[in-house]
């Protein structure tokens, strides 16, 4: 640090910049922790904006209440996936970043002024393409596909955006090298350090993408470039548009790792292995994108093999090896606390009032269980020619995005609100149910999605019945059943996360100050010594007795085998050999 302040006026002024947290230990940098709380804020307003719009289209597609005519319909879907797909996510994931750099490093923020470059480039992006949809002539949904054409306004705006998160990945990237030089922690970074660096390095590659097709697109609709082809835009577009989900599976992991430790000391069972996992993901993960693909003609069978092969196994193996290891460390943390009888009382025995490991809980089981299966399902090219262009992606989707990474976002400001707020968490009772009733609800809303899907209901239609159309179609009613489910499962979610803005806004503008003692809700100070180890230090849970996990994977083995094997049987059906 005297590297950086010299004299006694600059050691004094950069004391000055940091605060001690009561609970972890950890220094807290000013800086760092304004702009935390500046992109938070930003991502839950457009959180709560994207999921009122989302209602609607479920409300839409809900063939008994049918709220929308198809152009309102368009709008508000455009309008929903560029809110929540990009703008609610992106906001938070750079608010894990500060965090994940400055804090549990114990380090400044690096250039924070460039820092407030990237909020204000993001929020101005995020504005303009919003307006630009809501005028009404940019109802080209999230993919904008060409040659449908949006106004100038929504291309410059995603583009501005996707520049300020850039920044703001530099800004974290920094930081880290200052944290290093200044040696503000020992050995290899924090698990979770890593976890954040993996989804920045994902981010960059996601950016790059965005800023190919993005730009050309955005001067082919000022009319400077005559044509754009469809497939290549397709092809470069999805590396944008899927990879940044992949920045969203890697930042919610590191956050289940954060949550484990903050709420139980709960560490890895071994950190070498959890590290190999996320380097899978920036290896391999992007491959995924390829199955929005696999039934384009334009493209070779060579290229969709390769893509949907051996390589994008590792990408899923990187998932399964979390899957395994979060729940283990987590049982590793309660079998020392004493909770050894049987095989699951660490299970029954965890905090499920606290809203932070609950939420977390749930978003793991949801993710493995609905969106990791239904995404190698996905990925498979004989299988996805069932699946493409139906209602079984954004099914997939929703139970990576929602009930994965939203659910794993909301369960961390739990920890958030009194650790960098600094305000003591409001209506604690309604947040003991919050993640509750948003995780059943999104893991409702995915999986009617995929069960209508797989009757074949189409993915963007605003009418399942064809009712404007020169031809008809009749689904089965078994389709109208889950869309009507998927209807009444949306609203579950939103009240479900209505209730998240409703505590995070109320506890930022009135909830009770923390005192120096630490928050009294959801952790304690008394947990001080435990946290501030497994947050901030190298290290392993130290076992490998952990009967209960054990248990849990064999469950999602044989689910992930006899659903894997039921769509081939599909298959079959629809392609009878003989």
Same mark, same amino acid.
């Given at each position: 640090?005297?590297?950086?302040?010299?004299?006694?006026?600059? +050691?004094? !002024?950069?004391? *000055?910049?940091?605060?001690?947290?009561?609970?972890? $230990?950890?220094? %807290?940098? /000013?800086?760092? =922790?304004?702009?935390?709380?500046?992109?938070?804020?930003?991502?839950?307003?457009?959180?709560?904006?994207?999921?009122?719009?989302?209602?609607?289209?479920?409300?839409?597609?809900?063939?008994?209440?049918?709220?929308?005519?198809?152009?309102?319909?368009?709008?508000?879907?455009?309008?929903?996936?560029?809110?929540?797909?990009?703008?609610?996510?992106?906001?938070?994931?750079?608010?894990?970043?500060?965090?994940?750099?400055?804090?549990?490093?114990?380090?400044?923020?690096?250039?924070?002024?460039?820092?407030?470059?990237?909020?204000?480039?993001?929020?101005?992006?995020?504005?303009?393409?919003?307006?630009?949809?809501?005028?009404?002539?940019?109802?080209?949904?999230?993919?904008?596909?060409?040659?449908?054409?949006?106004?100038?306004?929504?291309?410059?705006?995603?583009? +501005?955006? !996707?520049?300020? *998160?850039?920044?703001?990945?530099?800004?974290?990237? $920094?930081?880290? %090298?200052? /944290?290093?030089? =200044?040696?503000?922690?020992?050995?290899?970074?924090?698990?979770?350090?890593?976890?954040?660096?993996?989804?920045?390095?994902?981010?960059?590659?996601?950016?790059?993408?965005?800023?190919?097709?993005?730009?050309?697109?955005?001067?082919?609709?000022?009319?400077?470039?005559?044509?754009?082809?469809?497939?290549?835009?397709?092809?470069?577009?999805?590396?944008?548009?899927?990879?940044?989900?992949?920045?969203?599976?890697?930042?919610?992991?590191?956050?289940?790792?954060?949550?484990?430790?903050?709420?139980?000391?709960?560490?890895?069972?071994?950190?070498?292995?959890?590290?190999?996992?996320?380097?899978?993901?920036?290896?391999?993960?992007?491959?995924?994108?390829?199955?929005?693909?696999?039934?384009?003609?334009?493209?070779?069978?060579?290229?969709?093999?390769?893509?949907?092969?051996? !390589?994008?196994?590792?990408?899923?193996?990187?998932?399964?090896?979390? $899957?395994?290891? %979060?729940?283990?460390?987590? =049982?590793?943390?309660?079998?020392?606390?004493?909770?050894?009888?049987?095989?699951?009382?660490?299970?029954?025995?965890?905090?499920?009032?606290?809203?932070?490991?609950?939420?977390?809980?749930?978003?793991?089981?949801?993710?493995?269980?609905?969106?990791?299966?239904?995404?190698?399902?996905?990925?498979?090219?004989?299988?996805?020619?069932?699946?493409?262009?139906?209602?079984?992606?954004?099914?997939?989707?929703?139970?990576?995005?929602?009930?994965?990474?939203?659910?794993?976002?909301?369960?961390?400001?739990?920890?958030?609100?009194?650790?960098?707020?600094?305000?003591?968490?409001?209506?604690?009772?309604?947040?003991?149910?919050?993640?509750?009733?948003?995780?059943?609800?999104?893991?409702?809303?995915?999986?009617?999605?995929?069960?209508?899907?797989?009757?074949?209901?189409?993915?963007?239609?605003?009418?399942?019945?064809?009712?404007?159309?020169?031809? $008809?179609?009749?689904?089965?009613?078994?389709?109208?059943?889950?869309?009507?489910?998927?209807?009444?499962?949306?609203?579950?979610?939103?009240?479900?996360?209505?209730?998240?803005?409703?505590?995070?806004?109320?506890?930022?503008?009135?909830?009770?100050?923390?005192?120096?003692?630490?928050?009294?809700?959801?952790?304690?100070?008394?947990?001080?010594?435990?946290?501030?180890?497994?947050?901030?230090?190298?290290?392993?849970?130290?076992?490998?007795?952990?009967?209960?996990?054990?248990?849990?994977?064999?469950?999602?083995?044989?689910?992930?085998?006899?659903?894997?094997?039921?769509?081939?049987?599909?298959?079959?059906?629809?392609?009878?050999?003989?």
């Amino acid at each position: 640090m005297a590297a950086v302040a010299t004299g006694a006026g600059g +050691l004094a !002024a950069l004391a *000055a910049r940091f605060r001690t947290c009561p609970v972890t $230990g950890l220094k %807290v940098d /000013a800086a760092a =922790e304004t702009l935390i709380k500046a992109n938070a804020v930003a991502a839950v307003v457009f959180l709560a904006i994207g999921g009122f719009l989302g209602l609607m289209v479920a409300l839409t597609r809900w063939q008994g209440v049918h709220l929308l005519g198809p152009d309102a319909f368009y709008l508000v879907l455009t309008a929903h996936g560029i809110n929540v797909l990009l703008l609610w996510i992106i906001f938070f994931e750079v608010a894990v970043l500060y965090f994940a750099s400055a804090v549990i490093l114990n380090s400044r923020l690096a250039t924070p002024q460039m820092g407030w470059v990237a909020f204000v480039l993001m929020v101005l992006g995020a504005l303009a393409t919003n307006w630009a949809v809501l005028q009404g002539d940019s109802s080209v949904m999230f993919t904008s596909y060409v040659p449908m054409q949006a106004s100038p306004l929504f291309y410059l705006g995603l583009i +501005l955006f !996707a520049v300020g *998160a850039l920044i703001a990945c530099f800004v974290f990237l $920094g930081t880290l %090298v200052i /944290a290093k030089e =200044e040696k503000t922690y020992e050995g290899s970074i924090p698990l979770v350090t890593f976890g954040a660096l993996t989804a920045a390095i994902i981010a960059i590659f996601t950016i790059a993408s965005g800023a190919i097709i993005l730009i050309p697109t955005f001067l082919w609709s000022m009319g400077y470039i005559r044509h754009i082809d469809t497939v290549m835009y397709k092809l470069v577009w999805w590396g944008m548009g899927h990879s940044s989900q992949q920045i969203n599976v890697s930042a919610h992991v590191a956050i289940w790792y954060l949550i484990g430790a903050l709420v139980l000391g709960a560490k890895p069972i071994s950190e070498k292995v959890s590290r190999l996992a996320f380097f899978f993901y920036i290896l391999f993960l992007q491959l995924a994108s390829a199955h929005h693909m696999l039934v384009e003609p334009g493209l070779s069978a060579e290229w969709k093999v390769f893509n949907t092969s051996y !390589a994008m196994y590792l990408a899923v193996l990187g998932s399964m090896i979390h $899957g395994m290891t %979060v729940p283990g460390a987590i =049982e590793a943390a309660q079998r020392a606390r004493g909770y050894t009888n049987g095989i699951f009382e660490w299970l029954r025995k965890a905090p499920w009032d606290n809203p932070a490991f609950a939420g977390m809980f749930l978003s793991l089981v949801l993710f493995g269980f609905l969106g990791g299966i239904s995404g190698v399902v996905l990925g498979s090219e004989q299988l996805n020619i069932m699946m493409h262009n139906t209602l079984y992606v954004p099914g997939h989707f929703h139970a990576t995005v929602v009930a994965g990474t939203t659910l794993a976002f909301m369960a961390v400001t739990y920890l958030v609100l009194p650790l960098i707020f600094r305000r003591e968490v409001m209506f604690p009772k309604l947040a003991k149910w919050q993640p509750y009733l948003f995780g059943i609800g999104a893991g409702g809303i995915s999986l009617f999605m995929m069960g209508a899907g797989t009757l074949g209901v189409s993915r963007r239609h605003w009418d399942i019945t064809f009712s404007d159309a020169a031809l $008809g179609f009749d689904y089965p009613g078994a389709a109208f059943l889950m869309l009507g489910l998927n209807g009444f499962f949306a609203i579950l979610a939103t009240v479900g996360g209505a209730l998240y803005v409703i505590v995070t806004v109320a506890s930022v503008l009135f909830g009770e100050r923390v005192g120096p003692e630490g928050p009294k809700t959801p952790i304690s100070a008394a947990q001080a010594a435990v946290v501030a180890a497994s947050v901030g230090k190298y290290g392993s849970a130290g076992t490998l007795h952990l009967p209960g996990t054990y248990v849990l994977i064999t469950v999602f083995f044989v689910s992930f085998v006899l659903y894997y094997f039921v769509n081939w049987k599909y298959l079959s059906e629809l392609w009878p050999m003989g």
